[in-house]
């Protein structure tokens, strides 16, 4: 099992950018398929980018594409989002979330899920 913790919320600009980073527990992250998830005040948990255990497959939803960038830094057992050009409607409690099977880059149920650092986009 896994456990994660985010960081790298915060209060930004329209137009800003920000860095989340997810900790992740465990001597066998590297086998570990990740996600960034989202969920905005009355909405639900929407699938943000996903990377696989190696990190030579991604997948981004449409409306981050070319704004946001996954990566991962398996020596350091982390994730990150980098977003950037980020607009009010990025607002929401981010997750980061973890699954070792390799079906979860492209349908995107993970079972092993952070507690969720906020991200707030005035405009």
């Known amino acids: 099992q896994v456990q994660l913790v985010e960081s790298g919320g915060g209060l930004v600009q329209a137009g800003g950018s920000l860095r989340l980073s997810c900790a992740a527990s465990g001597r066998t992250f590297s086998s570990y398929h990740m996600g960034w998830f989202r969920q905005a005040p009355g909405k639900e948990r929407d699938i943000v980018a996903a990377i696989s255990s190696s990190g030579r497959t991604t997948y981004y939803a449409d409306s981050v594409k070319g704004r946001f960038t996954i990566s991962r830094e398996n020596a350091k057992n982390t994730v990150y989002l980098q977003m950037n050009s980020l607009n009010p409607e990025d607002t929401a409690v981010y997750y980061c979330?973890?699954?070792?099977?390799?079906?979860?880059?492209?349908?995107?149920?993970?079972?092993?899920w952070g507690q969720g650092t906020q991200v707030t986009v005035s405009s």
């Open positions: 979330a973890a699954d070792p099977r390799s079906s979860v880059v492209l349908n995107h149920n993970f079972n092993y």
